[in-house]
Structure formats: C-alpha cells, structure tokens
C-alpha cells in the first residue's frame, strides 16, 4: 500500500531528525535542560507542509512522548488528518484555525490551547502572521491524512487538495 511508504518514510525522517538534534551541542545538555527559540535548528520535515518547520524541544517523537516546536507561514495549511496519539497544542504567537470533525471550529492566539484526541480527524490554518506553537506528543507522532470521505490518502494528494506542496526532504 502507497501510504503505508509515505509512513515510513515519515517515520525514518523522523527519527533522522531526533539523532541530529540530539546530538548537537551535548556539552550545552549536560549542563541545561532548556534552551531558548534563537537556539532551535528547525526543518521542515518530509510528509508534511513545505510551509512548516519544526524542532524537537524533548522526548523522542519516533519512539514515544515529545514535544515539538513549530513554525508556520500565513496561511498555512496542515490539511485533513488524524494522528494515533493526543496531542496537545500552545500557540505562542500568530491567529490560527483548528478545525476537527463533528465540532465548532477553534481560532486560537497567543495563549491559546487545544486538546486533539487520538484518531480525531482535524485540520490546522495558520490565518495571521507566523503561527508559532508547542506541540506535545503523548506516543510516538504520525501522520494520517483524510479526503473527504475519511479515507486515508498520500501527503501529495492530501497537500494539492488544499494548494500546499508536502516537503520531500529535511531542510
């Protein structure tokens, strides 16, 4: 099956990622458990939207919890799609729009949360300046994008859908 390629592929980035990050700057980890967003390396990440960009801040998102940095222009699109773990998003700055399935749409600003359960099928738009957020994992993160009949499709088809261009590679 196509998607389940896009998945691994997904997965392996993933993991490709976490190694980078975890291995830049030991001696700073050693000696601090935080870091301030100037110091963040961010990339965008195969899978998903070209306009976002991401960095892990802890845990690990191949293999279970992790909490994630991310980036979005204006008006970007992270289409349709459902994950198996909750997650828990914190906008820092920027308008966005979260859309789930079967509930009122969500416009959340700096300060703004939103809990997204496991499997619930949502969507996300960055509406005003850079929409800059804190994602936290509770499992291993992944990614299942939707049509409109809820069929699970490719990141190519899912990003068309909504004139967004899935990246290919980290950079």
């Given at each position: 099956m196509r998607s389940t390629g896009y998945i691994s592929l997904f997965m392996f980035s993933l993991l490709f990622l976490v190694l980078s990050v975890s291995t830049q700057g030991?001696?700073?980890a050693a000696s601090s458990i935080g870091r301030n967003m100037e110091e963040l390396k961010l990339?965008?990440?195969?899978g998903l939207p070209e306009c976002m960009t991401l960095a892990v801040e802890s845990g690990d998102p191949a293999t279970?919890?992790?909490i994630l940095y991310v980036n979005t222009t204006e008006g970007c699109i992270i289409p349709w799609h459902w994950h198996t773990a909750n997650e828990n998003l914190m906008i820092v700055s920027g308008v966005?729009?979260?859309e789930m399935k079967n509930v009122k749409p969500l416009t959340l600003k700096s300060g703004g949360f939103v809990m997204l359960p496991s499997k619930h099928v949502h969507q996300f738009k960055c509406m005003e300046d850079t929409c800059k957020f804190f994602l936290y994992t509770d499992a291993p993160f992944?990614?299942?994008?939707v049509n409109k009949k809820g069929k699970e499709i490719t990141p190519e088809n899912a990003m068309k859908a909504v004139k967004e261009t899935a990246a290919t590679e980290m950079k």
């Amino acid at each position: 099956m196509r998607s389940t390629g896009y998945i691994s592929l997904f997965m392996f980035s993933l993991l490709f990622l976490v190694l980078s990050v975890s291995t830049q700057g030991k001696e700073k980890a050693a000696s601090s458990i935080g870091r301030n967003m100037e110091e963040l390396k961010l990339t965008t990440f195969p899978g998903l939207p070209e306009c976002m960009t991401l960095a892990v801040e802890s845990g690990d998102p191949a293999t279970g919890p992790a909490i994630l940095y991310v980036n979005t222009t204006e008006g970007c699109i992270i289409p349709w799609h459902w994950h198996t773990a909750n997650e828990n998003l914190m906008i820092v700055s920027g308008v966005a729009k979260v859309e789930m399935k079967n509930v009122k749409p969500l416009t959340l600003k700096s300060g703004g949360f939103v809990m997204l359960p496991s499997k619930h099928v949502h969507q996300f738009k960055c509406m005003e300046d850079t929409c800059k957020f804190f994602l936290y994992t509770d499992a291993p993160f992944d990614i299942h994008y939707v049509n409109k009949k809820g069929k699970e499709i490719t990141p190519e088809n899912a990003m068309k859908a909504v004139k967004e261009t899935a990246a290919t590679e980290m950079k």
